[in-house]
């Protein structure tokens, strides 16, 4: 671990909010043992049945008003207050966890649940409750919103923004993540390459838990606690 990192990138995954009953994806009760993956998170899904989609996200979406950010939520987001080095925290997650905690220097790459898409004009708003197939978007009135959600096979949100961020970073850390889906899974593969420290915390090894410096195995909301008041001692 460097002495003094200035630059951090942080990527998070499902298991920084599985403490505050958030269903992960992998992993006994996932999601993706529920769902199939095809059926509800692929462009040609909500072609297919956009009930059944928009359906998915809406059940989701209702369900962040039943949970609240955890002690990992909160410990990263005195982070972004109080680090005076760069700080860009990654999420792949779509709840607002990491908002409600406050965290500022934060960027959702796979969407949000609270927020719909324009497929016609491609602009984005917030959105609360259900979004039935249909709705009108509030900018251009094409009654084409969807769910703000990266599907698979879909690019992720500002690559160029977490590329140029883990060029200047000096240290990468991934909590609650199984490193199975790029091009998250690939940033420590980066990271290595330009040869700064890398961090994982995680429940489970992930798949990339060989590549860390440094693989610590417990739960988030203990773990990044203790990583925090350790950076900011
Ligand atoms: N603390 C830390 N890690 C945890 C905890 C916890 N309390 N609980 C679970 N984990 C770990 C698991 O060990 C697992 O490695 O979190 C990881 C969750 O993995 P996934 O369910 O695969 O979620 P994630 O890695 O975020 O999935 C990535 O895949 O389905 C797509 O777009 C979706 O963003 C998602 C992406």
Redesign the pocket.
């Known amino acids: 671990m460097p002495s003094h990192p200035r630059n951090i990138v942080i990527l998070t995954?499902?298991?920084?909010s599985?403490?505050s009953g958030v269903a992960?994806?992998?992993?006994p009760g996932?999601?993706?043992e529920g769902q199939r993956?095809e059926d509800v998170?692929t462009p040609q899904a909500l072609a297919r049945d956009p009930v059944l989609v928009h359906r998915f996200y809406d059940e989701r979406r209702a369900k962040l008003a039943e949970v609240e950010p955890n002690a990992?939520h909160h410990a990263l987001a005195r982070l972004d207050a109080e680090w005076d080095g760069e700080l860009l925290l990654v999420t792949?997650?779509?709840d607002d966890l990491h908002e409600r905690a406050g965290s500022k220097r934060l960027l959702h790459m796979?969407g949000e649940l609270n927020s719909a898409l324009c497929a016609a004009c491609g602009k984005r708003q917030r959105w609360e409750g259900a979004l039935p197939p249909g709705s009108a978007c509030g900018s251009c009135g094409a009654p084409l919103l969807r769910p703000d959600i990266?599907f698979f096979g879909e690019m992720p949100y500002a690559m160029h923004v977490i590329e140029r961020a883990l060029g200047a970073a000096d240290l990468f850390v991934s909590?609650?993540?199984?490193?199975?889906?790029y091009p998250?899974a690939g940033f420590v593969h980066s990271a290595r390459r330009r040869g700064i420290n890398t961090l994982e915390?995680?429940?489970?090894p992930?798949e990339g838990s060989t590549m860390f410096d440094d693989s610590r195995r417990?739960?988030?909301?203990e773990?990044v606690p203790q990583w925090v008041e350790s950076l900011l001692r």
């Not at 995954?13 to 920084?16: D, Q, R």
């Open positions: 995954g499902a298991g920084v599985a403490e992960t994806f992998r992993g996932g999601l993706w993956v998170c990992a792949q997650n779509v796979h990266v909590i609650g993540t199984s490193g199975a889906v998250a915390m995680n429940l489970d992930s417990g739960p988030a909301g773990l």
